[in-house]
């Protein structure tokens, strides 16, 4: 049982309240600062300091224990986060354990989370597109989930805005499914790649080849300056967090830049467990929080409150927040609230390898991939499976001390092994899922976790939909592999289950209509105007394009839309 701490009302009360720190939620608060708000942001796990607490990020392979690998006994003990291509000995601090945030599966399901000041921004993969028009009207148009209440064009400025801030490098490629943004220069392809792409392009009309867009400061700008973030290094070892600031994540960008303004309180080692609604003023009037560390329970008041706890969490946070009003959930009157959650679809990987190019290389550790925007279903229903998939693809040479054949001794061997190898390609699929009723998340009745929180039930699954589009990517993609002239193609079914793509959406989802939505246009509660939810859980279908762009973007526009109802009395 929590202890309650009691102190004075006033002193807990601030103009706005943030859940949670990753992504969305240091979006939220650098907004709500920047425009004058006393706001608190509640996350559940350790503080995180830029730099600081990067304990990792400039040490040698050597100066690990075990030089990066995982002890047996504790992969043994993580069955989850250790599938996670993340976790290391050099990551995990910045991974929740799976003893201590136990959850119940009803079908199998890895839940990735990383509970620390940021959040999961300092493992993100950073890969970053807009949403084309026809993502957003992709629902309506194909008759599921429900019509999104808004379109390209309500969104389009705001992309802009969180672009310019968070530095997107990528170049301006004139495509319909992939619209251009605000973008420092691009990342390079290899020559591979190169061969690769003129080859698709020109035995697929259809289809468009162009170099991955991702949050890397490839030619910082003065508003990245003024952040004290630098130029990307190459180094991939983005994961252990960047000393150089030259990613994107909370904890180099938003939240520093928040905390300038004076307006911006973090409470560290704050478990929410549930959103206080009043209903004599009809709206919530404060959060109740469990301290992760001490277990006492302390009450903190606002006139609007985000929920940005990343998608699972934040429906967590919603089914625990009962009351006479909402006896199933704030908000859920039409008990829909933790159905219809939907992820990325990443079954399909295809391998191969490149003859000739022998005289080429590159430079460095590039952060992004070649990428392909959706080319299925673009225009109409073609196929006998909904919607489509983003193809992405890398070519790499051997790295240097790679098995030669012949003799394993010797002046001929200590030339090859000096030599960088043959050339490999590897491409992947991203693809969209359909939201279903089915696929849901809800609270245990029985058992709870060391916070006193009944644990979340994950009933999650794939559908003959999802295998339908891997199968084509298989398809496809050996075609196009085969059309480049490579060599030894091999189809992979990775047979992960869901939730490893850690692009879990739904739950919460935005909508025309308070019958078959929670959220409206501006990400605003239907049924309980001050609450806002702008991270995973308020997206109506998944796009088949990196989501975390759309979260920034519908989150500046939310504070923005909040704000200005503030300053109206209408919250």
Known sequence: MANLNIEGKQQHTYDAIVIGSGISGGWAAKEF?????????????????????????????????????????????????????????????????DKTHPYIQDKPFDWIRGYQVGGKSLLWARQTQR????????????????????????????YSYVEKFAGISGNKDGLKTLPDGEFLPPWEMNAVE??????????????????????????????????????????????????????????????????????????????????????????????????????????????????????LNTNQILLNSTSSRFPVGLGNDNGLLGKYIAFHNYMGTVSAKMEGFQDTYYYGRRPTAVMMPNFKNVYKQETDFLRGYMV????????????????????????????????????????????????????SKEEKDSWGIPLLKIDVDYDDNDRKIRDDFFKEAADMLDKSGCKNIKSRDRKQSPGLDIHEMGGVRMGKDPKTSLLNGFNQMHACKNVFVTDGASMTSTGTQNPSLTYMALTARAVDYAVKEMKKNNL
């Open 392 to 443: 992405f693809y890398s070519a790499n040479r051997a790295s240097w001390g790679h098995a030669v054949e012949g003799d394993q001794i010797g002046l001929n061997y200590k030339d090859e092994v000096a030599e960088p190898g043959d050339w490999s390609i590897f491409m992947m699929m991203q693809g969209e899922t359909i939201p279903k009723e089915q696929n849901k998340v809800s609270l």
């Open 194 to 311: 190169k061969s690769i792409q003129k080859s698709i392009m020109s035995n697929f009309r259809d289809r468009h080849v162009v170099i991955g867009r991702c949050a890397h400061l490839t030619e910082p700008k003065d508003i990245h300056l003024q952040q004290n973030r630098g130029q990307c290094q190459a180094r991939s070892l983005c994961r252990r967090g960047c000393p150089f600031g030259a990613y994107f994540s909370s904890n180099s960008s938003t939240l520093p830049w928040a905390a300038k303004t004076g307006n911006l309180t973090i409470r560290p080692d704050a478990v929410v467990h549930s959103i206080i609604y009043d209903n004599n003023k009809n709206k919530a009037v404060g959060v109740r929080v469990i301290d992760r560390l001490t277990k006492e329970a302390t009450e903190y008041f606002a006139r609007v409150i985000f929920v940005n706890a990343s998608a």
């Open 33 to 97: 600062c920047e425009k004058g708000l006393k706001t608190l942001v509640l996350e559940r796990g350790r503080n995180v300091e830029h730099i600081k607490d990067y304990p990792t990020a400039l040490k040698n392979p050597w100066e690990f224990p075990n030089r990066g690998r995982m002890p047996l006994k504790l992969k043994a003990e993580n069955p989850i986060i250790s599938r996670c291509y993340a976790f290391g000995e050099d990551t995990k601090d910045f991974f929740v354990d």
């Open 131 to 158: 949403w084309s028009e026809f993502d957003f009207l992709g629902p309506l148009r194909d008759g599921f989930a429900v019509d999104w209440p808004i379109r390209y064009a309500d969104i389009a400025p705001w």
